[in-house]
């Protein structure tokens, strides 16, 4: 209880500090590397949201109430193929990303 | 406070320099999703530090330290009971280490660490070599496999960093593997919940160190537990259980496969590696309730 | 009321840390400090100090501990002497430049190899660019007193720097002296609670520390420190005149001992004072012009002080307890010759080493050599080194 009403006697402003420290989170635009991205073949995608659970980045989101129900964050994905890989009904492809095909 | 750039669903950023296929990134998040923001960090410089960003930029939206290669038991030990005399019993210190910096240089703190009773929760995510510095054999890379420093397969077997743990009769430790994550969260949580030290051995699949295809990963993480070269136990007040039972191990080819790091191990050599293995996965299973 | 205590230079330090109420102490037993870290472990137990103690396993271990608990706010101990200091050297610089104002005793103490027990300076010596503030100590009183002082020193928000508080070891570590300990509500009000404000490990208020930092970025972090060590010398001061009118005891970063006309003086750092303040009475009544200078705070180095103090005199001796291989001189003469320049005479006496006694003797015959030079000596005079056997001390009989 005191230290909710201490964080609202005290303002929050800008204080220096000196030495190394990290404030700004950031992403790094990890989407720029990947040379094959995914595509998810819907057809057959049972929503078991296997590929969601081992993104090593955390990029999917599957919304069980549409048919195309998985995004993919395009921003960030590296294109490791690991969502391809594990995809019990193998509907993921991973497709080159300089469109060649 | 953070300024936050860039939006995330959990405490880690979405675009961090981790390897495309990286087995740390998958654990770290996991990880923190189970233990929540009440926590602080404890990192050494190797690959997990990328997390702690560059210059005023980070990719973590915890507290945390960067401290040494070797001391990350000692900075999460004071930390912890800088806390505790503080009266916060409720804020996480979490370790986060990788296998050189725990069972190399970092062995003599966190064994002083698991001695005291220091309420610490010590995760080793264990790529087998000293990959951020290129691909450095370790203590914990396997026999016959190639490291930079090993190019003939290394010649000795791997240190047992649960049995060192054990030996220190900790309240809890356990191995896991990105290839059955239910499990590892389970862990997460247990240790999570219990005072003094806990340390969970975590294999890390690293497909620029092991040579494999990106999207393996997982796969080759599944069969590391397949054929036992990699076996998912737990330790805690003094007893084992090993999680998963397995009847018939597979022949550890399986386990090598798509690895470039086993592709020159002899026939003598892959011969001697099962043998321990398997001898190894039954001893386990032997001393399991 | 004033109150008197039979202490040794170790207790004093222990004395000092448990007024200051430290919260946590992680201390690594070594030769000749190992009793602070018993003290300090008996005090907890006893309940004298509220502390948690944690039993460490190395020094290395000890200064890492003392960071991590000191980062996430309050106040830590530890200490240590020689190669435990040598080993804390990678994390050393951790504090320093995280900024985390640790204070710390080093029971000054030689470095092996070859092994040895005793007293010289080597140790600190080898950590003055280390970005910790370095303060020598006299006697026991001055133990007691430069530890508390530390404190105000090292936390102050803009120095924010660790101070190695140096004792020498068994020299005053182990000599019971006599000295006065201030009341409890007199530390407490003199060194108040602990609230530095900088980097810091606070769930409510996250923060990463100590990441990867540029090229772009390191020099100015540096700057920040070399500014922290600047403003040192002004804060030292400040606290030197606070504790003076409270106690009645001046301290000053560089103290003269009848340098008025002398025509030469002795440069001391550490106990070694005491017996060259004796040495210059001494010679005084002979009629001999001499005076004796003592350097407290070896970093930041009192240069502007020094250069003043010695105004006129034409020549000096630096009395250095460390070996300072290859280099012009050793540590203390290259501080004191940068400072005063050529046109004096400025010696390097390299004595004491190991433990062995800077007596009278040794400074009646560092003045003898002073005296008797036409110029500067062209290296460090080995002044209590028996030269002439030097090389000969062991014979081994083998097959060749």
């Known amino acids: 209880m005191q230290i909710q009403q201490e964080k609202h006697t005290k303002k929050l402003q800008k204080c220096k500090v000196y030495g190394p420290c990290a404030i700004d989170f950031v992403s790094s635009n990890t989407g720029s590397w990947r040379i094959e991205r995914p595509v998810i073949e819907y057809d057959n995608c049972i929503k078991c949201g296997t590929c969601k659970r081992y993104c090593p980045a955390d990029l999917i989101t599957v919304d069980k109430e549409k048919r195309e129900c998985i995004t993919i964050d395009l921003n960030y994905c590296k294109g490791c193929g690991i969502c391809a890989n594990e995809c019990p009904m193998e509907c993921i492809e991973m497709v080159e990303e300089r469109g060649t095909n | 406070m953070f300024n936050i ?98 069972l190399d240089i970092g062995l003599q703190s966190l064994s002083g660490m698991m001695e005291r009773g220091d309420n610490v929760l010590y995760i080793c995510y264990d790529n087998e070599a000293y990959m951020n510095t290129g691909i450095q054999g370790s203590s914990a890379t396997p026999a016959g496999a190639w490291t930079t420093t090993t190019p003939g397969g290394k010649p000795v077997c791997k240190k047992d960093l649960l049995g060192i743990a054990m030996a220190h009769r900790i309240p809890y430790c356990a191995s896991a593997s990105v290839a059955n994550l239910p499990d590892l969260r389970k862990k997460v949580e247990k240790a999570k919940n219990i005072y ?70 002899s026939k003598e050599d892959m011969e001697a590696l099962e043998t321990f293995v398997q001898d190894n996965y039954k001893a386990l299973l032997e001393r399991s309730e | 009321m004033t109150h008197y205590k039979m202490l040794d230079g170790n207790t004093a330090a222990v004395e000092a840390m448990k007024m200051a109420r430290v919260k946590l102490i992680s201390a690594y037993p070594i030769t000749p400090q190992s009793t602070i870290a018993e003290k300090l472990s008996e005090i907890v137990e006893a309940g004298e ?63 092996a190899s070859p092994w040895s027990l005793w007293c010289d300076h080597q140790d600190s010596m080898a950590e003055r660019d280390s970005g910790w503030i370095q303060l020598y100590c006299e006697n026991v009183q001055d133990v007691y007193d430069t530890v508390l002082m530390s404190y105000r020193i090292a936390e102050h928000p803009e120095v924010l720097t660790p101070v190695m508080v140096c004792l020498d070891g068994f020299f005053l570590s182990h000599s019971m002296q006599k000295l006065e300990i201030l009341k409890q509500e007199q530390v407490d009000q003199f060194v108040g609670e602990y609230c530095v404000n900088n980097l810091k490990l606070d769930p409510a208020d996250p923060m990463v520390i100590d990441n990867l930092t540029g090229s772009d970025e390191i020099t100015e972090m540096k700057y920040q420190q070399a500014a922290g060590f600047e403003r040192s010398r002004s804060v030292m001061n400040e606290v030197f005149e606070e504790y003076a009118i409270m106690t009645g005891r001046k301290k000053a970063v560089v103290e003269g001992y009848r340098t008025e006309g002398a025509d030469a003086v002795v440069v001391t750092l550490g106990s070694m004072s005491g017996t060259a303040k004796y040495v210059v009475d001494q010679m005084r009544e002979q009629g001999k012009k001499v005076g004796a200078v003592k350097i407290v705070s070896f970093r930041p180095f009192p240069y502007n002080e020094l250069k003043e103090m010695l105004k006129g005199v034409g020549r000096v001796a630096v009395i250095d307890r460390t070996t300072g291989f290859g280099g012009q001189g050793a540590p203390l003469w290259l501080e004191v010759k940068t400072a005063l320049g050529s046109n004096v005479i400025i010696n390097d006496y390299i004595a004491g080493l190991a433990g062995r006694d800077i007596h009278t003797g040794t400074i009646q015959a560092v003045f003898e050599n002073l005296m008797n030079s036409r110029e500067e000596a062209e290296k460090p005079v080995w002044i209590d080194c028996d030269i002439e056997n030097a090389m000969n001390i062991r014979e081994v009989e083998r097959y060749v």
């Open chain 2, 5 to 102: 750039k860039s939006e995330a669903k959990g405490y880690v950023a979405h675009g961090v320099s981790a390897c495309a296929g990286c087995g740390m990134e998958l654990i770290i998040r996991n990880v923190l999703d189970v233990l929540g923001n009440d926590i602080t960090l404890v990192i050494p410089p190797g690959c997990s530090a990328l997390f702690c960003g560059f210059g005023s930029e980070t990719g973590l939206k915890v507290p945390a330290f960067q401290g040494n290669l070797e001391n990350s038991a000692a900075y999460a030990a004071g930390i912890s009971r800088g806390y505790e005399v503080q009266e916060n019993t409720h804020t996480k210190v979490v370790a986060f280490a990788g296998d050189g910096g725990t």
């Open chain 3, 49 to 111: 100090l509220a502390a948690a103690y944690i039993r460490v396993e190395s020094e290395h271990t000890a200064m890492s501990c003392a960071i991590g608990a000191q980062l996430t706010g309050i106040r830590t101990a530890t200490a240590t002497a020689s190669v435990g200091l040598a080993l804390m050297h990678e994390v050393l610089n951790v504090a320093s430049g995280c900024r985390v104002p640790i204070v710390m005793p080093v029971v000054n103490r030689s470095l």
């Open chain 2, 196 to 265: 003094g030290p806990r340390l969970l051995h975590i294999q890390c699949p690293c497909p620029t160190g092991w040579g494999y295809h990106t999207s393996k990963s997982i796969e080759i993480c599944k069969n590391a537990v397949q054929t036992g070269a990699w076996v998912l136990y737990e330790y805690e007040a003094g007893r084992i259980k090993v999680n998963t039972k397995l009847k018939v191990l597979k022949p550890i080819t399986e386990y090598f496969k798509y690895q470039k790091r086993f592709a020159n191990i």
